[in-house]
């Protein structure tokens, strides 16, 4: 079917996203394709990306953290997602470089956007990852951070703030740098449970 131009990444955009992914031209065009195929529009909504989030958490509720990572990744909040966006996104979730990650990670704690991170952020996050933790796994957590409250608390603590504080990208950064404790709390891990699963399968 001869219109090329539509199904066809632009050189441009390729090169551009070759250097700041991991990913290889044939990743990428085959992803763009499967990508067309799902948003004809070239455009993924937000509902369209918690559907994405939602098929790969059936025993959760992943809404709120989609939407705090959408929110991360829509970088010219037009409410929706490019091609870029989504490989961006795809790109830094799964493994980036460390700094990028992490610049990342404030982005999504950054609820407001006004480039400091206040306790409340800290907690309305930790509380959208705590939502993707089935309830029966939440009861094995260590007992200081069972709930999103005393996990956000732990955070709050490890960053030496006062309640009322704020925390900058750069003082983020290098606290999470700095004590892997932090990195642990921050994240979500819960995509070794899904690998482990996976092998459960298998046998």
């Known amino acids: 079917m001869g219109n090329?131009?539509?199904?066809?990444?632009?050189?441009?955009?390729?090169?551009?996203?070759?250097?700041?992914?991991?990913?290889?031209?044939?990743?990428?065009?085959?992803?763009?394709?499967?990508f067309l195929k799902e948003c004809?529009?070239?455009?993924?909504?937000?509902?369209?990306?918690?559907?994405?989030?939602?098929?790969?958490?059936?025993?959760?509720d992943p809404s709120a953290y989609a939407r705090h990572v959408f929110r991360s990744f829509d970088t010219n909040a037009d409410g929706t997602l490019d091609f870029k966006e989504y490989i961006v996104a795809l790109h830094l979730t799964s493994g980036g470089k460390t700094l990028q990650k992490l610049e990342w990670a404030f982005a999504l704690y950054d609820v407001d956007g006004n480039g400091t991170i206040s306790k409340n952020e800290i907690q309305e996050i930790v509380r959208s990852i705590f939502n993707m933790i089935p309830t029966e796994d939440q009861k094995n957590l260590p007992e200081d951070e069972n709930t999103p409250e005393k996990r956000?608390?732990?955070?709050?603590?490890?960053?030496?703030?006062?309640?009322?504080?704020?925390?900058?990208?750069?003082?983020?950064?290098?606290?999470?740098?700095?004590?892997?404790?932090?990195?642990?709390?921050?994240?979500?891990?819960?995509p070794q449970k899904i690998k482990d699963k996976l092998k459960e399968k298998k046998h």
């Open 4 to 34: 090329t131009k539509s199904s066809a990444l632009s050189k441009e955009l390729l090169e551009e996203l070759k250097l700041n992914t991991k990913y290889s031209e044939a990743e990428l065009s085959t992803w763009y394709q499967s």
């Open 40 to 60: 004809p529009g070239g455009k993924i909504s937000k509902e369209q990306f918690e559907g994405i989030y939602a098929s790969f958490f059936p025993d959760a």
């Open 152 to 190: 956000a608390e732990k955070i709050w603590t490890y960053f030496g703030k006062k309640d009322n504080d704020k925390i900058s990208e750069g003082e983020f950064i290098q606290g999470v740098m700095d004590n892997k404790e932090i990195l642990r709390l921050i994240q979500y891990d819960e």
